[in-house]
């Protein structure tokens, strides 16, 4: 029970399992019975069994309860507790129980490192307290200690919540233990850094959230803490750089224009996330205008965050705003201002380019410099820049570091110019193939940051295509089909004006990718336009058409623009030569010209070359399966060549090949003078869907004087499982004066045939490449284990048994298990 006192009723409260019930009395004696039973949500009616309540009394006598339900397994008070605040009404104030807050305290809500939770704090004063709601966030604390912030206060005189409140989170024996450190008045003004160590993070209160110009450099602006009262406990947090070492730090209290009820602090603390520092202020800087003081602390600090914590404070002219602990929330405004803070360094006064001189060795206090360039904005990246050249490879590092911060803008022409130097350093001294040093760092970081900014390098990458030299041309041709592949596209047409040898053909595959990008369509559309293809070179033309690939065929105005090189008169080779692979791009996508072209060029060109390079193409072309056919006896023995291979890989691609298909490769196969076209011949057979013509003509083949031509024709054998022919195939398996590989491909064609005759066979010389005479026992028993695996004789594993064993060899006992493991090919 809390007793009736200083015009606050009675207040009686019992709490258990069965909930929360309180009662108000004008006076003694008062007991919960009877009273207001009052809502819990359901998540908290479980922990009231466990839950305390004690009595706190605040300024002037009058009381509250604090109730406190600790979530099951919490490990103390206040760490994961469900928390009500109840108080007895006033006099003369109905006689309902009053809940001031409740609510949950210690569980964090929120992204990681943006986490917060509510908190209830109650603060001794002597025999009273105060007590106080608020936030604890992860973002905002004092170098790591925890912060309560947006506080607002119990006023005992009204017994409600009021905002606003000020709290002092430096613990009192932190702050007892501080190191004294007296501020001495700045008589003449001190150097200017030239930088900003400090760059202000989060602040407990601002007024106008304006927290950032303590630090910005600028003494007309300021921070003001925005509590009632003196603000004690306000704080603002830093960021900092380790490396550099703080040997005090420059204040400048009042600006010139001043602040409304702004006052200056007479004591705050310095604090970093394992030191605490007490400030004493020699006067109220608020009466000297424009006054600066120094404070030189008794250690360099190294640290990543300094905090500066208001403590007391100057009253400004009819207020006591000295911040006692016990001051009440009704105290008159007064606005605690510091308009600079100033880390003092060993650098200050020095200019930025006497810090990137400073980088060279790599050293401490080059690191040191190399931080404070790094938070010194674009004079010190210019500096950088400027100054890179002169640097060893040590300060080098640590200027790209500096560099690497700026904006892209500020940062790519100096990566661009890395890239086109290290290209060029890179390339052989005698002409040829520009050279590709990945090991080299310093291209290798220009060319990830020229990624990183992607389309707003396009510009400068430009400009190193169109005047650079060869090997920075390429490397930037590269990079800007990469970044910007639409930008690309003009700028390298461009560059092929005039390229030759090594670096047109790089420009050209730095053209081809970048058309191959669904972003560079508009562009591509965009060249291929008549009038604007027709104003570049035609070399320039074929190789836009030719860097398309098969995508030309889905560019709108392809079309259009194949007809227009396409159709001139007595056009020269290389042009009839070039236009072939857009040629079949465009017959593919259903462009019937196109087609004729192609057609007209595979069986009627006078040049030889022109209808090679017809055939190869034709390949993917399903409607001149006809032509590649006829091609096959053309008196060109490269044509011919062409032409069987395009069949075959039709008839991979699932292709219909026109009737007497079979018959005209027979005929290769079977009389033309040269071995590859014969091997050519057998292989297209073999792809083909099988034929009893082309069967007879594979097993015509296993008497060709070419081991290439038997291997290739035993092949097709085995693909078309030509059971019929058998015999042939197991006599070329069993010849010991057979060629090795014509005998192992006869294995596995057998083997595909499932022929179960020749197990006995094939189990010998399995057995056999366990102790190889020769490489002949190797590949034999490698064959017959293949085959073994297809046909997965019921008594395999016992026929392997012994490849299988440790003695084998690690290979051949891999093959075996292998033949075991494999699904089987045939019927038992």
């Not at 207040?11 to 007991?31: E, K």
């Not at 169109?466 to 560059?495: F, H, Q, S, T």
């Not at 102790?771 to 297809?790: K, N, Q, T, Y």
Request: some cysteine.
């Amino acid at each position: 029970m809390l007793p009736r006192a200083a015009g606050q009723q009675a207040l009686a409260v019992r709490v258990d399992r069965n909930g929360i019930l309180a009662r108000a009395c004008a006076g003694a004696p008062c007991a919960a019975d009877g009273g207001e039973a009052l809502p819990v949500p359901a998540d908290v009616a479980p922990l009231l069994g466990g839950a305390r309540a004690a009595a706190v009394t605040l300024a002037g006598g009058r009381q509250l309860a604090k109730i406190e339900a600790p979530a099951a397994g919490a490990p103390a008070a206040g760490s994961g507790s469900w928390v009500m605040l109840l108080a007895a009404p006033l006099a003369g104030k109905g006689t309902a129980p009053v809940v001031l807050w409740s609510g949950w305290t210690g569980v964090s809500t929120g992204e990681h490192g943006e986490g917060r939770s509510d908190a209830v704090v109650v603060e001794p004063l002597g025999n009273e307290s105060r007590v106080l709601v608020g936030q604890r966030r992860e973002d905002v604390t004092i170098c790591g200690r925890q912060a309560l912030v947006g506080a607002r206060e119990v006023d005992p005189r009204t017994m409600t919540l009021v905002k606003g409140a000020s709290f002092q989170n430096l613990p009192a024996t932190e702050r007892g233990a501080a190191r004294k450190v007296a501020a001495e008045r700045r008589e003449a003004e001190a150097a200017a850094p030239g930088f900003r160590l400090l760059r202000p993070t989060a602040a407990s209160s601002a007024i106008g959230r304006r927290f950032a110009e303590i630090a910005d450099g600028d003494p007309t602006t300021a921070w003001s803490e925005g509590k009632a009262g003196a603000g004690r406990g306000e704080f603002v947090s830093f960021s900092s750089a380790d490396e550099v070492g703080i040997t005090g730090l420059g204040l400048r209290i009042k600006p010139p224009d001043g602040v409304q009820g702004g006052a200056a602090p007479r004591t705050l603390f310095v604090a970093t996330p394992d030191r605490l520092f007490e400030v004493s202020l020699p006067e109220d800087a608020w009466a000297k205008e424009s006054a600066g003081y120094e404070v030189k602390l008794p250690e360099e600090i190294r640290t990543s965050c300094l905090a500066i914590v208001l403590d007391e404070a100057y009253a400004p002219r009819g207020a006591s705003a000295r911040g006692g602990e016990g001051r009440s929330p009704a105290a008159p405004d007064v606005r605690v201002t510091i308009a600079e803070v100033t880390a003092r360094t060993a650098f200050d006064g020095q200019a930025p380019a006497a810090l990137v001189g400073a980088l060279a060795g790599g050293g401490e206090r080059a690191r040191a410099a190399a931080a404070l360039l790094a938070r010194g904005g674009p004079e010190a990246v210019a500096a950088a820049i400027a100054g890179y050249d002169e640097l060893d490879a040590a300060g080098r590092q640590l200027a790209v570091g500096v560099i690497d911060a700026a904006p892209c803008a500020t940062q790519i022409p100096f990566f661009t110019a890395q890239l086109a130097s290290a290209s060029a350093a890179a390339a052989p001294r005698r002409g040829g193939r520009a050279a590709r040093s990945e090991a080299d760092p310093e291209l290798r970081h220009a060319r990830d940051r020229i990624r990183r900014c992607g389309r707003a390098a396009a510009p400068a990458l430009a400009e190193v295509v169109k005047g650079g030299a060869a090997a920075a041309k390429v490397a930037a041709a590269r990079e800007l089909a990469l970044v910007a592949p639409a930008e690309a596209i003009p700028a390298l047409l461009d560059a092929l004006d005039g390229a030759r040898g090594e670096v047109r053909r790089e420009l050209r595959a730095a053209l081809a990718a970048a058309a191959r990008s669904e972003r560079a369509l508009a562009a591509v559309e965009e060249e291929v336009q008549i009038d604007r293809l027709r104003a570049r070179p035609e070399d320039a033309q074929l190789d836009l058409l030719r860097a398309l690939g098969p995508a030309l065929g889905r560019v709108k105005g392809g079309g259009a623009a194949f007809q227009a090189l396409a159709s001139a008169q007595g056009a020269p080779f290389p042009r009839r030569y070039l236009l072939q692979a857009p040629a079949a791009a465009l017959a593919r996508a259903g462009e019937a010209r196109a087609e004729a072209y192609l057609r007209a060029s595979l069986r009627k060109d006078a040049d030889a070359h022109v209808r090679l390079r017809a055939a190869e193409v034709a390949a993917d072309v399903p409607a001149l399966a006809s032509d590649l056919l006829a091609a096959v006896s053309d008196p060109e023995v490269r044509v011919r060549e062409a032409a069987i291979v395009a069949l075959s890989r039709a008839a991979s691609a699932g292709t219909r090949l026109p009737a007497g298909a079979a018959e005209a490769l027979a005929a290769r196969l079977g009389s033309d003078p040269w071995t590859f076209i014969r091997g050519g011949a057998a292989r297209a057979l073999g792809a083909m869907p099988a034929t009893p013509a082309g069967d007879r003509a594979l097993v015509g083949a296993l008497a060709d004087r070419s081991p290439e031509v038997r291997r290739h024709a035993l092949d097709g054998l085995g693909a078309h499982r030509a059971t019929a022919h058998i015999e042939a195939v197991r006599d070329r398996a069993e010849d010991k004066e057979e060629d090795v590989e014509v005998r192992a491909r006869a294995i596995l064609a057998l083997g595909a045939m499932c022929d179960t005759s020749s197990v006995d066979l094939w189990t010998r010389l399995a057995l056999r490449a366990k102790a190889p005479v020769g490489e002949r026992d190797h590949r034999l028993g490698s064959a017959a284990l293949a085959a073994l695996g297809a046909v997965r004789p019921a008594d395999l594993k016992a026929r392997l048994g012994p490849l299988l064993a440790r003695d084998t060899p690690h290979g051949l006992r891999e093959m075996a298990r292998a033949a075991l493991s494999a699904a089987p090919q045939c019927r038992r």
